[in-house]
C-alpha cells in the first residue's frame, strides 16, 4: 500500500468518527477498534517498488527513445537503452509503496534526482521498519561493451602493415558475458596502435584489425598483454562459430585456447559492428606458454609467397611450415632446432616403428593434443584446417611437437559452400598424409574414440553455449546488421542464406547435431 493510499484510508475513517459523533449515531467501532485498524494497515505496508522508467523526456542529453525497463521476480530491474550511451548519469521515474527510496543510500526522488547508472546499483525501497533492495542494470545500446577507437586525425585504417596510433576507450555493460566473469560497468582507457590484419577476411566489408600497445594492457579481466585483436566475422552470420570452437577447446586438453569478447566497435566516433576482442596468438607465459626459447609454427600455404615468412618444407606435410614466433632468419640455430625438430617427428611418423611408443611418432610428437586439436576441426569441419592454413603447432626445446591453439572457424560449422565441408557427412581431416598416417596407430585410433565421446556426452554443454551467445548478442547483431546488411543476402562463402539471426544460429546448431552423430556412427565402427 503506497503512504498517499495509507493517510486517504486514515482519513477516511476519522471523518466517519466525526460523523457518528456529530449525529450521536452509535457506531460500531470503539477507539482501541481505530487503534488497532490503524497499527494493522500502518503495519501492512510492504516495501515494493511498482514501476521503473527511463523516459527520453527527463533525459533530453542522453536518450533519444525511452528504455524499455522491466522489474524481474522482484528483484531485479532490467533497462535496456537502444542507443549508444557516453554518460549513463540519468533521471528515472519510479513508483513505490513505501516511504523513501534510496540509491545506494542515496535519497532518491522520482523525476527529479539523477543518478549515474554506470554499474549495476541497489535501489533501496524503505516502509515502517522493512526495506526491500532491487538491483538496477543499465544496458547501453546492445548490452555488450562498446570500444570506442579513435585513430590519429581520424585517419583511416588502410594498411596490414603499418600501424596508425590509437586511442582506446573500453565502456563495459553493466553485465558482461566474458569467462564467468561479471563486469562493473568500468571505462578501461589506452594509448596504443592498430593496423588491419587477416587475409581473405582483410578483403571484406568489414574489416578485422590488430591492436598493438608499448605496454602490457588487460581489457575485459584477461592477463595483460602487449597485442591483442578485433576479429570481425563478417562471413559468419552467427557471430559465433569461432567462439563455439573456443569454448570446445576450453573444455578439451589442448593447454592454451584463445580468449575472446564480444564488444560493439565505435571507430572514429561511428558504429562498425560486432567484434571479438581477444589475443593475439605469440609466445608468452600466459598464451603459448613454450618458454623464452620455444617455438610457435603455423602450417599455411601461403607462406612461400610472403615475404616476412621464414618457412621450411617436411616431406609428408602438403604445405610450408613458417615458424611465427620467434623472429629467426634462415639457417640460425633456432630456424635449425625447429625445422629439424619437425622434419625427425615426419621421419618418425613414416618409419616402419611408428606405433613404437617409445621410439614412433610418439617420440616426437603429444598423443593428447593431436587428438583434440583433431577432434574439434573434424567435428566442425573446418576448410582450412586439412593442415592447409591457420594450422598451429608449437614446441618446447626438450619436449615434444604440439598442436595448438586452435584458430580461424568463421567458415566451419556448415558455413561454406566450396569443397565438400557444408555436408554433415564425410571426414576431412583424417585424409591429410600425417593424420592418415596416425589413424593406422590403434593406439591413436583408441584415443580418438575415447576423447571423441566426451565430446559427444558434452553435446548439451556446447549447444547451451550457443544458445547463451546467441541470447547475450541478440541486439548487437541487429545492429550489426542494420550496419552492413548481411541477413538474407549472400555473403562469401555462406553455403545458404537462412534470413533472421535465429534461424541463422538454428542451422548451425542443426548442422553441428547430425555432424556429432555422423561421426559417432563412424567411430563406434572403428
Known amino acids: 500500500m503506497s503512504e ?46 511498482l514501476s521503473f522508467e527511463l523516459l527520453a523526456s527527463a533525459n533530453p542529453d542522453v536518450l533519444i527513445q525511452d528504455a524499455t525497463c522491466t522489474i524481474i521476480g522482484d ?103 566474458a569467462s564467468g566473469r561479471r563486469a562493473s560497468g568500468d571505462v578501461t582507457e589506452y594509448n596504443g596502435y592498430i593496423r588491419g590484419r587477416g587475409n581473405s577476411t582483410w578483403l571484406m566489408a568489414k574489416k578485422p584489425y590488430r591492436l598493438k600497445f608499448d605496454n602490457k594492457v588487460s581489457f575485459l579481466g584477461e592477463a595483460k598483454d602487449k597485442s591483442w585483436v578485433l576479429l570481425a566475422n563478417y562471413a559468419d552470420k552467427t557471430s559465433i562459430r569461432n567462439a563455439t570452437a573456443m569454448y570446445m577447446g576450453s573444455i578439451s586438453n589442448l593447454e592454451y585456447t584463445p580468449r575472446f569478447h564480444f564488444v560493439d566497435v565505435m571507430l572514429n566516433g561511428r558504429y562498425n559492428g560486432t567484434y571479438q576482442l581477444g589475443d593475439h596468438l605469440k609466445i608468452s607465459k600466459d598464451r603459448v606458454n613454450v618458454g623464452d626459447d620455444g617455438f610457435l609454427m603455423e602450417i599455411d600455404f601461403r607462406a612461400s609467397s610472403e615475404d616476412d615468412t621464414r618457412y ?141 565421446n566426451y565430446f559427444y556426452l558434452h553435446r548439451s554443454d556446447i549447444y547451451n553455449d550457443i544458445n547463451q551467445n546467441a541470447n547475450y548478442l541478440r541486439y548487437s547483431v541487429a545492429e550489426n546488421n542494420n550496419k552492413w546488411n548481411t541477413f538474407y543476402n549472400y555473403t562469401w562463402p555462406n553455403y545458404d542464406i537462412w534470413g533472421s539471426y535465429l534461424n541463422e544460429v538454428q542451422y548451425m546448431k542443426t548442422w553441428l547435431n547430425k555432424r556429432f552423430e555422423w561421426l559417432k556412427s563412424q567411430f563406434d565402427a572403428m
Request: aromatic share 14%; net charge negative; hydrophobic share 40%.
Open 312 to 452: 621450411f618444407q617436411v616431406a609428408h606435410l602438403e604445405h610450408p611450415v613458417n615458424i611465427k614466433d620467434p623472429d629467426v632468419e634462415y639457417n640460425d640455430a633456432d630456424y635449425n632446432y625447429a625445422k629439424e625438430f619437425v622434419e625427425a617427428a615426419d621421419a618418425a611418423l613414416f618409419s616402419n616403428n611408428f606405433r613404437d611408443p617409445e621410439n614412433g611418432w610418439q617420440k616426437y610428437m603429444d598423443m593428447d593434443s593431436f587428438v583434440d586439436w583433431y577432434l574439434i576441426n573434424e567435428i566442425s569441419r573446418n576448410h582450412d584446417a586439412q593442415l592447409y592454413s591457420s594450422c598451429f603447432m608449437n614446441l618446447k626445446r626438450g619436449g615434444r611437437l604440439k598442436m595448438g591453439p586452435l584458430w580461424d572457424f568463421d567458415l566451419a560449422f556448415g558455413n561454406i559452400d566450396y569443397g565438400t565441408c557444408y555436408e554433415v557427412e564425410g571426414f576431412w581431416i583424417m585424409h591429410t598424409f600425417w593424420y592418415k598416417r596416425l589413424f593406422q596407430d590403434p593406439a591413436f585410433v583408441a584415443k580418438i574414440k575415447e576423447r571423441f
Open 75 to 177: 528483484s531485479v530491474v532490467d533497462c535496456w537503452v537502444q542507443n549508444v550511451m557516453e554518460s549513463k548519469m540519468l533521471v528515472p521515474r519510479f513508483q513505490i509503496d513505501g516511504d523513501v527510496a534510496t540509491i545506494e543510500g542515496e535519497k532518491v526522488v522520482s523525476d527529479v534526482s539523477s543518478y549515474d547508472f554506470k554499474k549495476p546499483v541497489t535501489l533501496q525501497v524503505k516502509a515502517n521498519d522493512q526495506t526491500k533492495d532491487y538491483k538496477v542494470y543499465v544496458h547501453a545500446f546492445t548490452g555488450i561493451p562498446v570500444l570506442w577507437i579513435e585513430t590519429q586525425g581520424r585517419a583511416d585504417i588502410v594498411s596490414k602493415d603499418e600501424y596508425l596510433d590509437a586511442h582506446f576507450r573500453l565502456v563495459e555493460d553493466a553485465v558482461t558475458r
Open 4 to 49: 498517499v493510499k495509507y493517510k486517504s484510508e486514515i482519513a477516511i475513517r476519522w471523518l466517519q468518527l466525526l460523523f457518528c459523533t456529530v449525529l450521536l449515531i452509535g457506531c460500531s467501532s470503539s477507539d482501541s477498534d481505530t487503534e488497532q485498524f490503524d497499527k494493522a494497515n500502518f503495519e501492512s505496508i510492504s516495501p515494493k517498488l
